[in-house]
């Protein structure tokens, strides 16, 4: 086994490793709990490009308009004197929104590097071939793994200046109290005049909200759901997916949208040797999307010690991309 192969097959255990630690801890817990991050396999991938297709799944097409109409104005934001920079995109998926902003600065002959970060080795090999073939002037350099492991990764490639890319409302992943210490832990990373670009999904008619998340054909749920089928594939668990159901609920006061799987019956689980018990209706917390008011925004963009230069709302005024520099 040459040196390369060992390195990804050393790099696949530590995953695997990693993947069952979090769930075992998390099945432990009480309430259940499951990483939402390991929602993205092969088919959890494109589960998701078509809730991202889906029609009131409006969260994709209103940070879409943002960067297919006002990219002459994102651009602006982010550019200082010429001077070049590292551009990284953290959660990159599929990088039909950023493309824009992409092709953009290519067009205009701006010295920059596209570094993409995802969780998912799939998506970034068809990022390099989409990207190969669509805008092969392009630098792109991809890195596969958790955010601030890469983002560490991406300082020590290059000494220019960074603008990082944190979009699809993906801060609304975490709970309120989780974005606040992952936006002082991102600014601790960066270094004076570095940039991030940051996605916001505003908080709005709570029913706009709530169908956006509990689509009548059921994709959410498939979605939710496939992470048991990973697990049991992954991880020699033996979860009965037709003995879970997906349920979702959204607080317009908080701004929590939260998904759960709900067990149907008392049943036992097993995930190698470990034995997890269920009540019937007992939940596990799958995920939440945090919805956001301006003044959320901007508490935590001060208590993470960014400045707020610059925010481009769609057409809509549903979704923000806020644009924060390090002072």
């Known amino acids: 086994m040459n040196s390369q192969v060992e390195t990804e097959f050393q790099t696949q255990n530590d995953s695997k490793e990693t993947f069952l630690a979090d769930v075992l801890e998390g099945l432990s817990s009480s309430p259940k709990k499951l990483h939402s991050k390991y929602f993205y396999d ?16 409006y969260l994709t097409n209103c940070e879409l308009d943002i960067f297919k ?20 995109e953290l959660g990159a998926g599929d990088a039909m929104k950023s493309s824009y902003l992409l092709e953009h600065l290519t067009k205009k002959n701006i010295d920059f590097t596209y570094m993409p970060i995802d969780i998912s080795g799939h998506i970034l090999d068809e990022l390099n071939e989409k990207f190969s073939r669509d805008l092969p002037e392009l630098d792109v350099i991809t890195l596969e793994g958790d955010y ?17 890319l944190f979009l699809g409302g993906n801060i609304g992943n975490m709970d309120m109290g989780e974005s606040y210490h992952f936006c002082r832990e991102l600014r601790r990373k960066l270094n004076r005049g570095d940039i991030l670009l940051i996605g916001f999904d505003l908080k709005k008619n ?5 169908d956006a998340y509990n689509d009548e054909a ?23 997916v037709l003995n879970f159901q997906h349920y979702q609920t959204y607080d317009p006061i908080s701004g929590a949208c939260k ?22 209706n007992e939940l596990i917390d799958m995920e939440i999307s945090q ?4 003044d959320d925004i901007s508490k935590l963009a001060r208590d993470s010690k960014f400045h707020i230069i610059d925010e481009i709302t769609d057409s809509k ?10 002072l």
């Open 42 to 57: 092969e088919a959890g991938d494109r589960l998701f490009q078509q809730i991202m297709n889906m029609s009131d799944y």
């Open 69 to 88: 109409n006002k990219t002459e104005l994102l651009a602006k934001s982010i550019l200082i004197d010429d001077e070049p920079f590292d551009l990284i």
């Open 148 to 164: 601030f492991d890469m983002l560490d990764k991406a300082m020590t490639i290059s000494q220019r200046r960074k603008v990082v």
């Open 206 to 210: 709570p029913q706009t909200i709530l």
């Open 218 to 240: 059921g994709i959410t749920s498939s979605f939710n759901l496939n992470l048991l089928i990973r697990m049991n594939r992954e991880l020699e668990a033996d979860f009965d």
């Open 259 to 280: 998904s759960y799987l709900v067990s149907l019956t008392e049943q036992n689980v097993h995930i190698g040797n470990q034995i997890f018990r269920f009540e019937e």
């Open 291 to 294: 919805k956001f008011s301006q």
């Open 317 to 326: 005024n549903w979704f923000v991309d806020s644009i924060w520099q390090v």
